[in-house]
């Protein structure tokens, strides 16, 4: 692990910490902007990311471990499912602990590695560790991913969750009772103040709007369906602690884990669902959905049965 701290000039203020960060420690701006990604980067004692905006005169402290290039290691996962595959595009089942695709500090499966080991092709110009990924979930997020396959289907995809008309949709079960039942959570999200690797509402962040609707309410937890307009990281989790009702089994965003150990949950009970865009070579607009992984709808019957 290397590290270094700054000051920053006056000709630098206002200027992107990926862009100022490239400069002074002299590397590629990519590389910068993973390392900021991955929390390594505090201006005046804060986390910021790579699209933050540095000040004349802020302490930038940086650690960073050495360039290595990231590479995509055919690895089997043989619990990742195939739900669709055509010559445009693959849609997958994720499991919890595969990750999109390599990144720092990332040992584990991806979807990626999966695909290759898997014998896909993937061929797109997107970067060589996340061909064909125009969109990702939490590693520890099970459900619902589309993956590129040829160059054409990669640029549409990547416009359309851009632009928003993709239909992504989450199940999700929080703790208590949301009060309204529905609504929309329309909060900015950005680094949080204190915690490297942990997301907060905001200010500063960038725009962040939740859609959800109660399905069922247990016994101090309510089952929801989440409609993502956007896709900031961790979106989902951030919104709920916020309105103080966070995810059941995510103990990062303040889930209990008492509750967490009764329902037998290792992670966050948080699952992509369903999926829907216009396919990029038909044109039809297509539906893909994913039931419940073991561990979910294990907690799901414990919560339903108690």
């Known amino acids: 692990m290397e590290s270094r701290s700054f000051v920053i000039d006056g000709e630098a203020d206002g200027s992107r910490v990926d862009a100022v960060l490239a400069r002074l420690i002299d590397v590629s701006r990519t590389f910068a902007a993973e390392i900021a990604e991955s929390g390594g980067v505090f201006l005046d004692g804060r986390p910021v990311g790579k699209s933050d905006r540095v000040s004349g005169g802020a302490r930038l402290d940086v650690a960073w471990e050495p360039k290595r290039d990231l590479e995509v290691v055919p690895t089997a996962v043989p619990e990742l499912g195939i739900i669709h595959d055509d010559d445009d595009i ?11 695709h390599p990144s720092l500090g990332w040992d584990g499966p991806t979807v990626v590695g999966a695909l290759a080991a898997a014998g896909f092709s993937i061929a797109t110009s997107g970067a060589p560790e996340r061909q064909g990924v125009v969109h990702r979930l939490d590693a520890g997020t099970s459900g ?42 329309d909060a900015p999200i950005g680094r949080h103040p204190a915690h490297s690797w942990k997301f907060a509402v905001r200010p500063e962040g960038k725009d962040s709007v939740t859609h959800y609707e109660t399905l069922e309410a247990f016994v101090g937890a309510s089952l929801l369906e989440i409609h993502l307009e956007t896709g900031r990281t961790h979106q989902i989790r951030v919104h709920m ?21 009764r329902l037998g949950l290792g992670r966050q009970w948080l699952h992509a669902h369903r999926l829907a865009f ?4 038909s044109g039809d607009w297509v539906t893909f959905e994913s039931p419940y992984p073991a561990d979910l709808q294990h907690a799901l019957d414990v919560l339903a049965n108690p």
């Open 90 to 100: 693959v849609v997958v089942d994720k499991p919890a602990g595969v990750a999109a």
């Open 241 to 261: 602690a916020a309105m103080k009702h966070p995810l059941v089994g995510d103990p990062l965003y303040g889930g209990d884990p008492k509750l967490a150990a």
């Open 144 to 185: 619902l991913m589309v993956v590129a396959k040829s160059e054409h289907a990669y640029t549409l995809l990547k416009r359309a969750f851009k632009d928003r008309t993709v239909e992504k949709i989450y199940h999700a079960i929080a703790q208590g009772y949301l009060d309204p039942l529905a609504g929309t959570i």
């Open 278 to 281: 216009e396919h990029p070579g």
